[in-house]
């Protein structure tokens, strides 16, 4: 019975055209919000939620996500590489080849977070 309610601990409800799916947060590669909507995204999907980033903060602190910008909540376990940018960004480069940029603003925090 514990190991079935942790499961449920690690799963999002999700939405695509009208259907719900419980996600895996594993499977998850980042969050995003766009006009008031926010999105997950997987290796093969892009599923709407009904959180907002700062609930999926809360939600997801012991987890292994992190906030890179005012719109964006990236899984570090799909984290390929990182570079430095001329204007103090940070280039993020995830499992599936998407880039995506670490903010001036969020730089210190995710440095220390990864030791870097």
């Known amino acids: 019975l514990k190991s079935h ?5 690690n799963k999002l409800y999700a939405q695509k ?3 719900q ?4 947060l594993s499977e998850v590669l980042y ?7 926010t999105f997950l995204y997987t ?9 907002r980033l700062y609930e999926l903060e809360e939600i997801l602190s012991d987890k292994d996500f992190v906030r890179i ?13 990182l570079k430095p940018e001329l204007n103090r960004t940070i280039l ?8 995506l940029y670490i903010s001036r603003k ?3 925090f995710v440095r220390k977070l990864l030791s870097i």
């Open 43 to 51: 290796q093969e999907d892009v599923m709407e939620i009904k959180q």
């Open 21 to 24: 799916f419980w996600v895996n």
């Open 31 to 37: 969050f995003e919000s766009v006009d008031n909507h």
């Open 92 to 99: 993020v480069t995830l499992c599936n080849g998407e880039l």
């Open 106 to 108: 969020y730089v210190p």
């Open 69 to 81: 910008s005012k719109s964006l909540i990236v899984n570090i376990n799909k984290i390929r590489s």
């Open 17 to 19: 055209d009208g259907t």
């Open 5 to 9: 309610i942790e499961s449920f601990d």
